[in-house]
């Protein structure tokens, strides 16, 4: 079986503080995708190729390496696997990585430079066909994991196109990806789809308990289910790094209640923060910034109150005031991207941004 898995946390393929995919206990929501595998399990008739598909941090990981488990432990029930207290030892083999088995395909990193290399070369790929070549073990399945999908070269995605096209005895494919439409049409025309999407509210709860995030009142996890949309992996990060309190100092920032504004809009780019780099925490405001920008133009198209934007929103005159910000959120995007590709200082993007969006709001916002 070849699992072929998009995830973000490329260090150690997981999210700072919380259990690796491979050892969480249990998996919350995405019913209509364990029902649908199972579906085809069951009647014994399981496709080779699998797409897990949806937006970053929904669960495709944690999803993976549950069919891994339950494929390689003979298990009819995803059930099983969230039970197994007591891990069997090919479970445990699993989450050590020392199942033979099982490869693990993915980014490699680079000695010399310290750092991941930027895509997954078509030598791994090939490494794929001396797994197979290998003496069959006593496990039900042969399984392949590529993390991830979006990250293969172009060289790399033809090698796996071929491998799909006479797919191995007892090999599954399945791919996981952020974004299906960068990835082959011919690799997405050989797989079967599961969809993960957002997260309802109750499964997100439950999730974030079960990854020990405390102290959270009822208003605060409400707000990180509505900043993160459902995605328990952008919650955690949102939390982490105080993004509750840093968004609620951009809607005043952005509604311009202070005359020092654009001196505390500066504090807030250049301020001490707990990321990796200056460029992973400006990247955080740009995001932050993005969902400020979304909420105001929601609340201004449905005349609604946003459960984020307790400021009253001028939103009685029947013209469209919702458009502009519509326009701006999309030049914002267009800006970073393009800094992101020549390598501009984010800095200065940043402030730039909160200038263009001065202009606008003044005359649509009501303090």
Known sequence: ILIIISNPYHIADKIPNVPHPRKNKKIYGHNSAK??????????????AWLIHGPKGVGKATLAWKIVKLLQNGFKTFEKVDEENEL????????????????????????????????ISVDEIRKINH???????????????IDNINEL??????ALLKILEEPPSN???????ENKRSVLPTIISRCRILECNFL????????????NIKNLSNEQLTKLFHMSEGSVGKAIE????????????????????DKKNNENIWELITANHNFESTKEYHKFLFSLLLSVIAQISKSLATKQKSFLITNNINNKNEEEKYFPYSLIYSI?????????KVNLNLADILFTSFLKIKKITKSLILV
Do not use: P, W
């Open 35 to 48: 029902g649908l595998f199972l579906k085809s399990l069951n009647t014994e008739k399981l496709h080779h």
């Open 88 to 119: 069997s030892l090919i479970s445990k083999r699993i989450e050590a990585l020392s199942e033979q088995s099982v490869f693990l395909c993915r980014r490699q990193f680079e000695k010399s430079k310290k750092k991941f290399l930027q895509e």
């Open 131 to 145: 797994f197979f070549s290998l003496t069959s073990t006593i496990s039900n399945y042969r399984i392949v994991i």
């Open 153 to 158: 070269s172009i060289s790399a995605s033809n």
């Open 171 to 177: 090999g599954i494919f399945i791919l996981i990806s």
């Open 200 to 211: 309802n509210f109750d499964c997100f709860e439950k999730a974030i308990v079960s990854v």
């Open 238 to 257: 949102i939390e982490h790094h105080n993004g509750i309190e840093i968004f609620d100092q951009l809607v005043k920032m952005l509604i311009f209640e």
């Open 332 to 340: 914002i995007i267009e800006d970073l991207n393009e800094a992101l």
